[in-house]
């Protein structure tokens, strides 16, 4: 059986090396040139009917019914059986939307006599039914479908997504696969693992219901000797909502599909006082300048950045060892799963970093952006974060992407630093 191999930048901040099957992971051929306007016109639609159906569930909130035009191979399994989790999910987790706003563009289209391929680009605006003030998106997922021609209509038979939820169960099912047992089996086990691990993960948000309210820290920063320089929440939660969408001004490089710890970085750079509120140019000029940077160490500009500063790994270790200067964090719970912290434990302003079960590399990092006090425990967590591009997630989503009860996450707390300018 085929395979193909993968290496991201976001994935554990060092070379992993992923090895997924073509047909659930593999980039599609190049397209041929396009025949029929009209059967563009068709195949697209079909491809945006999906996308959107699977969006509408999160607001009906019905039972899961795969969508009447997906055949089911082993080319779209893997996507459907991530819709049904994450479903299933926003049932038991509370984290239903209310309504969203979708927008997609089409990147590649091609079409043929029996097969067509076609390639989107997904940009959502939502509200939780939970918390509806909260203005949360997803941004810049793409999607890639095969569809074969049945008679005079044509059936999606291939879904591939970059979004970080599916792109996580594809690899737990290329693990089961690399370690020998068929695609069906790994998918199943991986289904069933699941489901357990996500009523894990609701029970415990029932638990955590009781956890005492927390505030973001709103004062002002203080006055400090010269080079040094608080870590002031606001405004690193400011440029988060602000540069998390893709539509947002790209004042430092963007790594498409590996861009997540590059983001989180920002935004400490941002609280440090990198980022000028209300002065883009100045903002622009800290930048080419290294202001709150450590000049080949932790440092990124238009052109790129170092790894203490775009990887997962390397991010968590730079950002907890003893410095004269550079950003001076306190690490917490590492190698352990979620449920050993409490809910209460977090700030906003925190990094959080996880991974997928107790082996491995942590594999993703994002930025906790707002606390809900009308709500309790785990529910009242918002990030925002790269790869997936995604404005005031609710933490739960972000957990049980990550393997529900299996999710072990660490988080690093920011304080007082210096840095040379």
């Not at 059967?39 to 999160?58: H, K, N, P, S, T």
């Not at 000049?295 to 003893?322: D, K, R």
């Not at 997936?388 to 989503?397: E, G, P, V, Y």
């Not at 393997?403 to 072990?408: A, D, K, L, R």
Request: hydrophobic share 35%.
């Amino acid at each position: 059986m085929s395979v193909h191999a993968l290496v991201s930048r976001c994935f554990g901040g060092v070379l992993a090396l992923v090895v997924t099957l073509a047909s659930v992971g593999a980039p599609l051929p190049a397209f041929a040139a396009p025949v029929d306007t009209l059967e563009q016109d068709a195949v697209v639609a079909i491809a945006q009917g999906y996308v959107r159906e699977r969006l509408d569930a999160l607001v009906s909130l019905d039972s899961y019914r795969q969508p009447a035009n997906v055949d089911l191979t082993k080319d779209t399994a893997v996507a459907l059986s991530w819709d049904a989790l994450e479903l299933d999910g926003a049932r038991r987790l509370g984290t239903g939307w209310s309504d969203f706003s979708l927008r997609t563009r089409v990147v590649e289209v091609s079409v043929k006599p029996r097969t067509a391929e076609v390639a989107l680009v997904a940009d959502v605006d939502y509200h939780y039914k939970s918390s509806p003030e909260v203005e949360s998106g997803i941004y810049n997922v793409t999607y890639r479908f095969q569809l074969k021609r049945v008679g005079s209509s044509w059936r999606i038979v291939g879904i591939q997504s970059d979004f970080d939820g599916y792109r996580v169960l594809r690899d737990e099912v290329s693990g089961g696969i690399r370690a020998g047992q068929s695609f069906d089996d790994s998918l199943g086990a991986v289904k069933s693992r699941r489901r357990d691990a996500l009523a894990g993960l609701a029970d415990e948000v029932k638990r955590s219901a009781a956890d005492a309210d927390l505030s973001m820290l709103e004062s002002e920063p203080v006055a400090l000797a010269a080079s040094s320089y608080s870590y002031y929440i606001p405004r690193g939660v400011n440029y988060a909502n602000r540069f998390a969408p893709s539509s947002a001004p790209r004042w430092f490089y963007y790594v498409n599909g590996g861009d997540c710890t590059n983001f989180v970085s920002q935004c400490v750079w941002a609280a440090y006082g990198g980022y000028v509120e209300g002065n883009d140019t100045q903002s622009k000029a800290n930048i080419t300048n290294k202001v709150r940077m450590v000049p080949s160490i932790w440092q990124a500009g238009t052109g790129g950045g170092v790894s203490n500063w775009e990887s997962v790994s390397s991010f968590w270790t730079y950002s907890i060892s003893s410095k004269t200067v550079g950003p001076k964090a306190t690490g917490f719970n590492n190698n352990l799963k979620y449920t050993n912290m409490s809910s209460s434990d977090l700030e906003v302003g925190n990094v959080l970093q996880v991974r997928n079960g107790s082996s491995g590399s942590y594999g993703h990092s994002v930025y906790a952006s707002r606390l809900d006090n009308s709500k309790s425990g785990w529910s009242r967590w918002f990030v925002c974060q790269h790869s997936s591009d995604l404005k005031d997630r609710a933490l739960t989503d972000v957990i049980n992407g990550w393997g529900g009860s299996n999710c072990y996450m660490r988080r690093l707390r920011f304080g007082t630093a210096s840095f040379d300018k």
